[in-house]
């Protein structure tokens, strides 16, 4: 065996997900993205206090150099105009309730729409919030398993007297349930190679 490029003789570092609980959360960068469910005010944030401080930039520093991803991210949507649907009440009791947190949690600090309809999100950089992580159900591409989400911005007062509630699971449900079942059905479906097909006295070891 030739000696290669790269060669150092390290453990590989393993990638966790952040427990369901509160936290204390630092926002990094913010952004408006629109998607088909609407526009979201993206926030980049880490852990700024507690034994998981930093956790998303270790995780993010574990990666490999190609197709890193920052994974500590929120999505809050944004309410859209003459929306007057339940579900755009609700959309916008969420986004007061976020923008009133945010206030509440950084004294000092009023929001303002004048910069972000030029698209600059700044303010909002170094900002401390509470957060409600949750874990989050999902199938994609035949895999199934688990990630931790923040559910909701919260009081940072609360988070650091631990007066909250850890929130409950998200599972699977609606179309991705429907796909799910699908696929273990035909999965069930399919008869495997016997125990005896599997030996071959072929194998050189």
């Not at 004048?114 to 035949?142: H, N, T």
């Not at 929130?167 to 399919?190: H, I, N, T, V």
Request: hydrophobic fraction near 40%; include cysteine.
């Amino acid at each position: 065996m030739k000696r290669f490029e790269g060669f150092v003789p390290e453990k590989k570092k393993v990638r966790t997900q952040l427990p369901a609980g509160g936290y204390v959360i630092e926002i990094l960068k913010a952004r408006e993205e629109d998607s088909d469910f609407g526009t979201s005010l993206v926030l980049a944030y880490d852990i700024a206090e507690g034994p998981f401080a930093g956790f998303f930039q270790q995780d993010f520093d574990a990666q490999l150099p190609e197709g890193r991803k920052w994974r500590g991210t929120y999505r809050l949507p944004v309410p859209a105009d003459y929306d007057d649907s339940a579900f755009g009440a609700f959309r916008l009791q969420e986004f007061n309730n976020a923008v009133a947190l945010l206030q509440e949690n950084n004294p000092g600090y009023c929001w303002d729409f004048g910069p972000m309809e030029r698209g600059d999100f700044s303010q909002l950089d170094g900002k401390l919030s509470g957060a409600l992580v949750r874990y989050r159900q999902f199938y994609v591409d035949g895999r199934v398993g688990f990630v931790s989400e923040v559910k909701e911005l919260a009081s940072v007062t609360d988070i650091r007297t631990s007066n909250f509630v850890v929130p409950k699971p998200k599972y699977l449900s609606g179309k991705a349930l429907q796909e799910w079942r699908k696929d273990e059905a035909l999965r069930s479906a399919q008869v495997g190679p016997s125990a005896a097909e599997l030996i071959s006295e072929d194998l050189p070891f």
